[in-house]
């Protein structure tokens, strides 16, 4: 099936894709959620604005549905990216406060998704806000991403282990309590797609020779860490991770499902505890980011084994309109009971996903090259069923850009 092409779909509104499941504190009244989609409409300063507003509410509108957030910097430390939210702030709360508000008033829930990004971010950001480029290693991700940080005198270094430990002890926590503070019902730690608590997990990127490199425990160990700090601030059930066994989105080798088996176990046993998470969010093979995966490169990958240690519940996300119109792969991800969808790609060019699902009514293709622009072309300029064939002005809403929340 061509990228993007959704035009038949079978009804679903019959499914267990449209049956309740308990989520932690929660029952939400299907098993649909939009995946975290990264899609930089917020201020330079990281603060959310009117177009993520509308944008979020959009596609809360289906009661019930779980709204994951798009990647949200959970510091200063760990930003380095234009026009991406961010959690550390007054002034942060205040915006995101407004969005969770919007989502609760449709009878929906949301998820913020914790981000940091270490050797990814870029240095030339970070050198203006006077912070330095570091990561598990000095190891570069690319090229490209060496000669920027030689240019502008921000060489990427090592974290010291005093920076691991504030990441543990303060950005983490603080983040945490302020999405509380912003109305979020769940907080989801970003441990995937080659980013700095993912770069700890994967041998390519994490050389260190102390506690937190080296062995599977010891690559695991910060995770986890964080993990157990987050437990009694916002309570276990109200807690997530995302997790990538098979991708090499911003690496050159994924780290498979060994580190990640243990990462499930250890989880799996706090759980026996008292503890277990709201969910662990898995990244399919079929999908790495916002790309697909040729099929010849998924030999031997598969997410089954999570199935077989953690008992809890899963978001799982990855194309699975690949086999529309009759969703077969779906429906039998959803057998076990355990399993949320989650669909991005989608949802951006449907905001009324959902509903369509349960309908049977034709999907509208998105459109990628809008992805990460900044103004409101092919962000807010999507129909619903309802609006047919409403046409917006795209000179004008090309220039329409997002005003702060707060």
């Known amino acids: 099936?061509?990228?993007?092409?959704?035009?038949?779909?079978?009804?679903?509104?019959?499914?267990k894709l449209f049956k309740p499941i308990q989520v932690g504190p929660h029952t939400l009244s299907q098993r649909i959620a939009f995946a975290p989609s990264t899609r930089r409409r917020a201020t330079e300063d990281h603060?959310?604005?009117?177009?993520?507003?509308?944008?979020?509410?959009?596609?809360?509108?289906?009661?019930?549905?779980?709204?994951?957030t798009e990647a949200t910097f959970a510091s200063a430390e760990g930003s380095g990216g234009a026009f991406v939210p961010g959690i550390f702030t007054d002034e942060h709360v205040k915006g995101w406060k407004k969005v969770t508000d919007a989502i609760r008033?449709?009878?929906?829930?949301?998820?913020?998704?914790?981000?940091?990004?270490?050797?990814?971010?870029?240095?030339?950001?970070?050198?203006?806000?006077?912070?330095?480029?570091?990561?598990?290693?000095?190891?570069?991700?690319?090229?490209?991403?060496?000669?920027?940080?030689?240019?502008?005198?921000?060489?990427?270094?090592?974290?010291?282990?005093?920076e691991i430990e504030d990441m543990i002890n303060r950005q983490y926590p603080e983040a945490a309590?302020?999405?509380?503070?912003?109305?979020?019902?769940?907080?989801?730690?970003?441990?995937?797609?080659?980013?700095?608590?993912?770069?700890?997990?994967?041998?390519?990127?994490?050389?260190?020779?102390?506690?937190y490199g080296g062995s599977i425990e010891n690559?695991?160990?910060?995770?986890?860490?964080?993990?157990d700090k987050l437990i009694p601030i916002v309570g276990a059930n109200r807690l997530a991770v995302r997790l990538s066994p098979w991708a090499k989105f911003q690496?050159?080798?994924?780290?498979?499902?060994?580190?990640?088996?243990?990462i499930l176990q250890q989880l799996q046993d706090r759980a026996?505890?008292?503890d277990e998470l709201a969910y662990i969010s898995l990244v399919e093979p079929r999908v790495q980011a916002s790309y697909d995966v040729d099929e010849k490169d998924q030999t031997g990958q598969s997410n089954e084994f999570a199935l077989n240690i953690w008992k809890g519940k899963f978001v799982r996300a990855g194309s699975y309109t690949y086999d529309a119109p009759e969703f077969k792969t779906m429906l039998k991800d959803l057998d076990n009971d355990r399993t949320l969808i989650g669909?991005?790609?989608?949802?951006?060019?449907?905001?009324?996903?959902?509903?369509?699902?349960?309908?049977?009514?034709?999907?509208?293709?998105?459109?990628?090259?809008?992805?990460?622009?900044?103004?409101?072309w092919g962000y807010n300029t999507w129909n619903s069923h309802e609006e047919g064939d409403k046409t917006f002005n795209e000179e004008a809403e090309r220039k329409r850009l997002g005003v702060a929340l707060a």
Do not use: C
């Open 47 to 68: 603060v959310p604005t009117d177009l993520q507003l509308e944008y979020y509410t959009a596609r809360a509108q289906y009661p019930g549905t779980l709204i994951i």
């Open 105 to 162: 008033k449709e009878k929906s829930f949301s998820s913020v998704q914790l981000w940091h990004l270490g050797r990814v971010a870029d240095p030339g950001l970070m050198k203006q806000k006077g912070l330095p480029f570091a990561a598990p290693s000095a190891e570069y991700f690319s090229d490209e991403s060496r000669e920027l940080a030689k240019k502008v005198g921000n060489e990427l270094r090592a974290y010291t282990e005093e």
């Open 343 to 376: 669909f991005s790609r989608f949802f951006i060019s449907n905001p009324d996903l959902v509903y369509k699902l349960r309908n049977g009514i034709a999907l509208t293709n998105y459109d990628r090259p809008t992805f990460y622009n900044q103004d409101n």
């Open 219 to 227: 690559r695991a160990r910060l995770l986890l860490a964080i993990i």
């Open 177 to 211: 309590k302020r999405a509380l503070e912003a109305g979020f019902d769940y907080v989801e730690i970003h441990s995937a797609h080659g980013y700095t608590l993912d770069q700890f997990l994967n041998p390519v990127s994490n050389k260190r020779t102390d506690q």
């Open 251 to 262: 690496t050159s080798a994924a780290e498979g499902d060994e580190v990640h088996r243990y």
């Open 272 to 274: 026996d505890k008292g």
């Open 1 to 15: 099936m061509p990228e993007g092409k959704v035009t038949e779909i079978r009804e679903l509104g019959d499914t």
